[in-house]
């Protein structure tokens, strides 16, 4: 199945000041397979090693010798390491000495193409003293599957390539709203996708969800030895039911304290398994100048997996009426969006979304989303349909001045001009399932 990541990657092949790679992201997001698949689509020789399973003695010596290390893994995997040779690290998380030792290839041997892999890197980096090497690599963050790409494994590239170039006919808008049902149901995570693409079967999908939480659940041991497995499960599985709502620990699980519960909140985020939307407020340029730590609304890692948290049958799915917007649907569709704006640049930066939220006056107010696009703050409300009200999109607009904002729904492209107050601006109505547009807008 084709990802996006491929083209990152064949821009990193062709630089002539390339660094070494590292791909963050959660585990099953497909971090191995998109290298395996890049290499093999691109004729490149890959020396695969697996750093649970392969030890090499030169990445753990006191001095360490670069061309020690090269020898030995010609030695070991009997090839030789060449210009059309990708050597790729997985599971690099296991050895960290060996993250902090990438910056030898850049400062040696800059001409021999290295990606790294790993899970839980912030978490086992944290734990340790071993650092990024900051300046010397480069960093992919890989998330799930998005809505174009799963339409590409389904055999649907066309309807892809124009929800991409912001094209879509109106013709195709119901059909489109079918298959971002299925993709609620699916998700974007790998395994699932191909499952389903393989098979035909949502009861597939079903299944390969039940076995990714389990293995999230198997690594909580590698978290924190100081925090009980039990508690790290219990805010885990209580975290899906506070999803876009302003984070209060206590509530999260009232019998632990809530600095206990704020490290495992932590904990989670640093695994990719939620992403963070902090309170920003939204006066000045870049947004993170006005940036709250201590507010913030939580987003899980993948629909699909939030779907088999919530036990969310197919019929269940398959019967929402987007347009009566209910609260499950309603917030199925604020995650579809998150996870797509949280890797919306491309991979180049880490998972974080922004949001707005005023409630310490008489006009409580709280904003979805705000992202920064060409030098502009534009605000995101999400709307399962078009008749959801916008107060809180008039509050901001009219407060900020700001002069474009976009509303997600069921409904197809349109424009508006907005008076609130004394301020008019542009309201885009954009269909839910083009989000992914705005990369290119």
Same mark, same amino acid.
């Given at each position: 199945?084709?990802?996006?990541?491929? +083209?990152?990657?064949?821009?990193?092949?062709?630089?002539?000041?390339?660094?070494?790679?590292?791909?963050?992201?959660?585990?099953?997001?497909?971090?191995?397979?998109?290298?395996?698949?890049?290499?093999?689509?691109?004729?490149?020789? %890959?020396? +695969?090693?697996?750093?649970?399973?392969?030890?090499?003695?030169?990445?753990?010596?006191?001095?360490?010798?670069?061309?020690?290390?090269?020898? +030995?893994?010609?030695?070991?995997?009997?090839?030789?390491?060449?210009?059309?040779?990708?050597?790729?690290?997985?599971?690099?998380?296991?050895?960290?000495?060996?993250?902090?030792?990438?910056?030898?290839?850049?400062?040696?041997?800059?001409?021999?193409?290295?990606?790294?892999?790993?899970?839980?890197?912030?978490?086992?980096?944290?734990?340790?003293?071993?650092?990024?090497?900051?300046?010397?690599?480069?960093?992919?963050?890989?998330?799930?599957?998005?809505?174009?790409?799963?339409?590409?494994?389904?055999?649907?590239?066309?309807?892809?390539? %124009?929800?991409?170039?912001?094209?879509?006919?109106?013709?195709?808008?119901?059909?489109?709203?079918?298959?971002?049902?299925?993709?609620?149901?699916?998700?974007?995570?790998?395994?699932?996708?191909?499952?389903?693409?393989?098979?035909?079967? #949502?009861?597939?999908?079903?299944?390969?969800?039940?076995?990714?939480?389990?293995?999230?659940?198997?690594?909580?041991?590698?978290?924190?030895?100081?925090?009980?497995?039990?508690?790290?499960?219990?805010?885990?599985?209580?975290?899906?039911?506070?999803?876009?709502?302003?984070?209060?620990?206590?509530?999260?699980?009232?019998?632990?304290?809530?600095?206990?519960?704020?490290?495992?909140?932590?904990?989670?985020?640093?695994?990719?398994?939620?992403?963070?939307?902090?309170?920003?407020?939204?006066?000045?340029?870049?947004?993170?100048?006005?940036?709250?730590?201590?507010?913030?609304?939580?987003?899980?890692?993948?629909?699909? %997996?939030?779907?088999?948290?919530?036990?969310?049958?197919?019929?269940?799915?398959?019967?929402?009426?987007?347009?009566?917007?209910?609260?499950?649907?309603?917030?199925?569709? +604020?995650?579809?969006?998150?996870?797509?704006?949280?890797?919306?640049?491309?991979?180049?930066?880490?998972?974080? #979304?922004?949001?707005?939220?005023?409630?310490?006056?008489?006009?409580?107010?709280?904003?979805?989303?705000?992202?920064?696009?060409?030098?502009?703050?534009?605000?995101?409300?999400?709307?399962?349909?078009?008749?959801?009200?916008?107060?809180?999109?008039?509050?901001?607009?009219?407060?900020?001045?700001?002069?474009?904002?976009?509303?997600?729904?069921?409904?197809?492209?349109?424009?508006?001009?907005?008076?609130?107050?004394?301020?008019?601006?542009?309201?885009?109505?954009?269909?839910?399932?083009?989000?992914?547009?705005?990369?290119?807008?």
């Amino acid at each position: 199945m084709y990802r996006y990541a491929e +083209e990152f990657l064949k821009k990193w092949c062709s630089q002539k000041d390339r660094k070494p790679l590292v791909i963050r992201g959660a585990r099953q997001v497909g971090k191995s397979t998109v290298v395996r698949n890049f290499s093999k689509n691109n004729k490149y020789e %890959l020396i +695969e090693i697996n750093l649970e399973i392969t030890e090499l003695k030169s990445f753990q010596a006191k001095t360490f010798v670069i061309e020690d290390l090269i020898q +030995e893994i010609e030695i070991k995997f009997k090839t030789q390491v060449t210009n059309k040779s990708i050597i790729f690290f997985d599971e690099i998380q296991a050895l960290p000495i060996a993250v902090e030792r990438l910056r030898y290839f850049y400062e040696k041997i800059p001409h021999v193409k290295v990606i790294a892999a790993g899970s839980l890197l912030e978490i086992i980096l944290n734990q340790s003293e071993i650092s990024f090497p900051v300046g010397r690599i480069s960093f992919y963050h890989l998330g799930p599957m998005t809505f174009t790409e799963f339409l590409m494994a389904i055999g649907q590239k066309k309807q892809a390539e %124009l929800i991409l170039k912001n094209k879509v006919p109106d013709y195709l808008h119901d059909d489109l709203l079918k298959e971002l049902k299925k993709f609620y149901y699916i998700g974007g995570m790998p395994k699932a996708v191909f499952n389903y693409q393989q098979t035909n079967s #949502l009861l597939a999908a079903r299944e390969t969800q039940r076995d990714i939480i389990q293995t999230y659940i198997s690594d909580f041991p590698k978290y924190n030895q100081r925090v009980k497995l039990e508690r790290i499960e219990n805010v885990f599985s209580r975290l899906s039911f506070h999803l876009g709502q302003k984070v209060i620990y206590q509530k999260v699980d009232p019998d632990y304290r809530s600095i206990e519960i704020k490290k495992i909140v932590q904990l989670l985020i640093d695994a990719r398994l939620f992403t963070p939307a902090y309170h920003v407020d939204a006066t000045r340029l870049p947004m993170k100048s006005g940036l709250d730590l201590d507010i913030l609304k939580l987003y899980h890692l993948d629909i699909g %997996l939030l779907n088999y948290f919530f036990k969310t049958d197919w019929d269940d799915i398959l019967n929402f009426d987007f347009k009566t917007d209910p609260k499950m649907i309603g917030l199925l569709t +604020e995650q579809f969006i998150s996870q797509h704006l949280a890797y919306n640049d491309n991979g180049l930066e880490s998972p974080e #979304l922004f949001y707005w939220l005023r409630d310490k006056s008489i006009q409580k107010a709280e904003l979805d989303f705000i992202i920064q696009k060409n030098k502009k703050m534009i605000p995101i409300e999400v709307k399962s349909s078009k008749s959801g009200h916008l107060k809180s999109l008039l509050y901001f607009c009219s407060e900020k001045k700001n002069k474009h904002a976009i509303r997600f729904s069921t409904e197809f492209f349109s424009d508006e001009k907005v008076k609130h107050k004394d301020h008019i601006f542009n309201l885009s109505t954009w269909p839910i399932y083009a989000v992914e547009g705005l990369r290119n807008d």
